[in-house]
C-alpha cells in the first residue's frame, strides 16, 4: 500500500538525516533543541504544535534550495548549513532531555531517533 510506502520513505528520511548528522558530530558548532510530550489524548494539540514549529522554521529562510537531477555538484570553500528537524514521533522511548545542551547529549538524542523513527516500519512518524 502507498500509505505505508510513503511513512517508510519518511522513516527512512529521517534515520538518514540522524546518521549523517552523527557523522559530522566534529563539524558541528551548535545546537538547540526543544521538544514537548502528549498524551494519546492530546494527539490533536500535538499535530497543531508540529505544524506550528514546522511552519516556523520553513519561514525562517526566504528560499529553499533543492538542486535539480541535471545539475553537476561543484566543489567549493568552506560553508555553514542549518538543520532543522522537526519530527512528531509516537510512543514514549524517544528522549529528547539534554539536546542542545551538550554534544554527547544531542549525540544520544539523534543516535535513539534515528533507530525509534523506524519501528513498526516508520508507522510511528506522522
Do not use: M
Not at 549523517?20 to 492530546?42: G, H
Not at 500535538?46 to 538542486?67: C, T, V
Amino acid at each position: 500500500d502507498s500509505a505505508g510506502d510513503t511513512q517508510y520513505q519518511l522513516a527512512r528520511l529521517c534515520n538518514d538525516v540522524c546518521l549523517s548528522l552523527l557523522r559530522k558530530s566534529t563539524d558541528w558548532t551548535a545546537a538547540a533543541s526543544d521538544s514537548e510530550w502528549f498524551s494519546w489524548n492530546d494527539a490533536g494539540r500535538a499535530e497543531s504544535l508540529y505544524n506550528d514549529w514546522a511552519n516556523r522554521e520553513a519561514a525562517k529562510y526566504e528560499k529553499e534550495y533543492i538542486p535539480g537531477t541535471d545539475q553537476e555538484e561543484k566543489g567549493g570553500g568552506p560553508t555553514l548549513v542549518v538543520v532543522s528537524l522537526v519530527v512528531e514521533i509516537q510512543g514514549d522511548n524517544t528522549d529528547f532531555d539534554g539536546a542542545g545542551y551538550s554534544l554527547t547529549k544531542t549525540k544520544e538524542v539523534l543516535s535513539n531517533l534515528a533507530g525509534d523513527c523506524l519501528v513498526e516500519g516508520g508507522e510511528c512518524l506522522n
